[in-house]
């Protein structure tokens, strides 16, 4: 059996899904797989979320502003504050990479999002500056951790890989505080979330798999899953 088939196969084993999974040839094959298990679960959790704007807000997840909008009409603060963390983290991620590149900071200031805790004007302020450290952003936020591993990453090796995985497994961290509220959607709405980034990590590993990715380059990338 092809190393990518039997990285397949474990995963196939070990979850809900299609045997066509296993019989994937190549990456074209495995995205028509996974294409329909995204679509299955879309349909699942439309089925399952009653509420318009919780579900309005899973929807849109990849546009965190909209996402943001619908949180806060659900009256949810659980997925308010989720969503809001999802914007400072894709803000930190902007601003790193907009620093990194060279980017001016009108250029900045159009790509970040509004609506996190941490504002678009202390982002901005502190473009300019000769270091990257986000100062009074940095100790004074739970980011703290996963920014310090993502700059040294960064300044030793040059790679994004750890900041953007500390990220992922903020958020699945995040998502995991929904196992605690026992009535309401917000479960729903995490296992939804959480299910989209496993799908996303088995594409990883499918893909990686069959093109020969090293072991180790793969298990860098490979972030936190729910369970």
Do not use: C
């Amino acid at each position: 059996m092809p190393e990518h088939a039997a990285a397949l196969k474990l995963i196939y084993d070990a979850g809900r899904y299609p045997e066509a999974l296993v019989k994937a040839r190549d990456s074209a094959e495995l995205d028509a797989v996974l294409d329909g298990e995204e679509e299955a679960l879309k349909r699942e959790m439309t089925e399952l979320i009653l509420e318009k704007d919780v579900l309005k807000s899973y929807l849109s997840a990849t546009h965190p502003e909209q996402s943001l909008a619908a949180a806060a009409g659900s009256g949810s603060t659980f997925l308010r504050d989720h969503v809001r963390r999802r914007i400072d983290l894709g803000n930190i991620k902007i601003f790193v990479r907009a620093r990194y590149q060279g980017l001016s900071a009108e250029k900045l200031r159009a790509r970040l999002l509004e609506g996190g805790f941490i504002q678009k004007k202390e982002f901005i302020d502190r473009f300019g500056l000769a270091s990257l450290e986000l100062g009074e952003i940095r100790n004074s936020s739970p980011y703290r951790d996963l920014w310090e591993r993502g700059l040294a990453a960064l300044s030793e090796r040059e790679t994004f890989v750890p900041l953007e995985r500390g990220i992922e497994d903020f958020l699945m961290n995040d998502l995991r505080r929904a196992r605690s509220i026992i009535f309401g959607p917000e479960p729903v709405f995490a296992y939804g979330q959480a299910k989209k980034r496993e799908l996303a990590l088995v594409r990883l590993v499918g893909i990686g798999k069959m093109n020969s990715v090293p072991v180790e380059l793969l298990q860098e990338r490979i972030s936190e899953t729910y369970v």
